[in-house]
């Protein structure tokens, strides 16, 4: 990437004025309500922002273009059922958790079960959460190392530590004011990334030219049903009905029983403040996602006029051009540039019989674009092969480097350094939220539950801000094997979510609604599903936002099972 001087200005003027306004936000008691909760005064429009903040991390606008530009824009099917999510949790988790003057949501499962079930649940976030955490702190080192060409793991040491200081020192105050102007400077940017990726198109071509060529080579699925010719395919990863559903159930899951969420309406200053900033996230979160979908179909667009690289990971590319693969790969690499040479004329074709409405022309330019998509793809997988032949432990999904290669290719220099600290600035807006999150849990559902000795308010400040230390290391460590996960960066973040999420959806949903139903029971039920939901993702059998749905309903199923038998033998 060419990272010029100004580019440098620019991101570290940026970071540097967040930081600054964050700090001068977080003052606050120096105590535990100061620290996690930001002694519950936050309007509802901090809540909305400081949501939105923490559920969008670096992952979202790293990946999420590169995402669309491989696979469409069928992955915002993945939010559909986040408005139904969040009219529910308005009506029932919310006046609950403001009412009991909760510091985390598992609290309220010692009241309603047991110790063990409070501490299971707490424990299967702490694990999802803290994984999930260092997946979002590699995203940032992805960023460095591909621009400046430094070792991936030292890269993790240096983006960690940065953000360990960050959030040590800040407290949910400093976060939520922070996620507001990180957030208007974020959808800045990437707007300004998608007007760049229409004004660089040639002459004569236009932004509904760039969606109609989008749209013709499939990349515009936005409502997708997951029906083949064979019937329903349960492992479609992102259709309307597993959007709706399983979405649904991830999105009540997420917003309703991860800490991480939870924390930031408990923010705010009372009932009403909590749902308004509840409502307006799930209302606006759907359109925002799909123009950042959409900007990766822009992407599309751009290099089907411009020469696509054959694979967007410059610094892995360098280690095959070194290696004894070097020969068999530019013979690729040049037979790739052939065939994006056919696709730009395709384009050119497809465009010009659109404006002339000539339909047989555009079915018969359609059909070749498919089929240049189609060698290309094979072409790559080669390429990709060989990149593994030189590198065993090369990461050969370059989804990741989509958007960013983009960036350092087109963008104007300053700009450059403007995207570059968006993603920073997502990634500290998330990571700072989550190790708030799985700091106030650590804390609270274990240390002061468990420990002998009562300790003062300074005591627990003090421990509080230890716990974020740890957890940040912690996440730091995770952060070191998330190289090579096999998916774009976005799905391996909602896959892993999706081990845990149902079980726990499931547990809070039996403490909701099943009042006959007791601690043993849903423990044991608990404990089952999580099994049950492991065991169905490695056998393969369904796509992963369905087991958002197995596991609630397993754990459900499970508790009424093992209650009745429990009641029929001490009958």
């Known amino acids: 990437m060419n990272f010029q001087l100004t580019d440098w200005i620019v991101l570290i003027a940026t970071l540097l004025t967040v930081i600054a306004y964050g700090v001068y936000k977080s003052r606050t008691s120096k105590n535990l309500e100061g620290y996690f909760l930001g002694n519950r005064q936050m309007p509802w429009w901090v809540i909305m922002l400081s949501i939105m903040g923490t559920q969008a991390s670096a992952v979202t606008f790293l990946t999420a273009p590169g995402q669309a530009y491989t696979d469409g ?40 079960f047991d110790i063990k079930t409070r501490s299971l649940t707490s424990f299967l976030f702490l694990l999802s959460r803290g994984l999930s955490t260092g997946i979002s702190i590699f995203a940032p080192s992805l960023v460095l190392s591909s621009m400046l060409g430094w070792d991936i793991y030292a890269t993790n040491v240096v983006m960690g530590g940065l953000l360990i200081i960050y959030t040590v020192s800040g407290g949910a105050k400093a976060v939520a004011y922070t996620q507001q102007i990180q957030f208007v400077i974020i959808y800045a940017a990437m707007f300004v990334a998608g007007y760049y ?67 930031r309406y408990l923010t705010a200053k009372d009932n009403r403040e909590s749902r308004l900033g509840l409502l307006m996230n799930g209302f606006v979160k759907v359109p925002l996602q799909f123009c950042i979908l959409l900007i990766g179909c822009l992407l599309f667009a751009y290099y089907s006029f411009f020469k696509a690289p054959a694979f967007f990971n410059k610094t892995q590319e360098a280690v095959v051009l070194k290696s004894a693969y070097a020969e068999p790969y530019n013979k690729a690499s040049a037979q790739y540039t052939q065939l994006q040479e056919e696709k730009k004329q395709a384009a050119v074709a497809v465009t010009a019989a659109l404006k002339d409405k000539n339909e047989a022309a555009v079915t018969a330019g359609r059909n070749k674009l498919q089929q240049i998509e189609k060698d290309g793809k094979e072409i790559r997988t ?190």
């Open 73 to 112: 824009m069928r992955f915002v099917q993945y939010y559909f059922g986040l408005p139904l999510a969040m009219i529910v949790l308005c009506i029932t988790f919310v006046p609950l958790f403001h009412k009991l003057k909760l510091f985390t949501a598992y609290e309220f499962l010692e009241k309603r």
């Open 197 to 263: 990726a229409i004004t660089s198109l040639p002459n004569g071509i236009g932004f509904t030219d760039a969606l109609h060529l989008a749209g013709k080579s499939g990349k515009l699925n936005v409502i997708t049903t997951g029906v083949t010719e064979n019937g329903f395919d349960w492992k479609d990863r992102y259709n309307i009905w597993s959007g709706v559903i399983g979405g649904f159930f991830l999105a009540l899951s997420y917003f309703g029983t991860d800490q991480s969420q939870v924390g």
């Open 382 to 571: 080669e390429m990709k092969s060989l990149i593994k032949k030189a590198d065993p432990n090369a990461d050969t999904n370059d989804t990741n480097y989509i958007f960013l290669r983009f960036v350092g290719d087109v963008l104007p220099t300053g700009l450059v350094g403007l995207i570059i600290a968006i993603i920073f600035l997502a990634a500290w807006g998330s990571i700072a939220a989550a190790l708030n999150s799985l700091a106030s849990c650590t804390m609270c559902d274990f240390h002061q539950r468990f420990s002998k000795k009562q300790l003062t308010e300074k005591e627990e400040y003090r421990w509080g801000k230890i716990y974020t230390l740890l957890w940040g290391v912690f996440c730091m460590v995770i952060a070191f094997f998330a190289y090579n996960l096999g998916n774009s960066l976005i799905e391996a973040v909602n896959i892993l979510g999706s081990w845990f999420y149902g079980t726990i959806l499931g547990i809070f949903l039996v403490a909701f609604y099943m009042k006959r139903v007791g601690g043993n029971a849903v423990f044991i039920a608990a404990i089952l599903s999580e099994i049950i939901v492991i065991s169905v993702y490695y056998m393969d059998i369904i796509s992963f936002l369905w087991l958002n749905v197995i596991g609630a309903v397993a754990v459900i199923l499970l508790s009424v099972i093992i209650q009745t038998l429990t009641s029929l033998k001490k009958a």
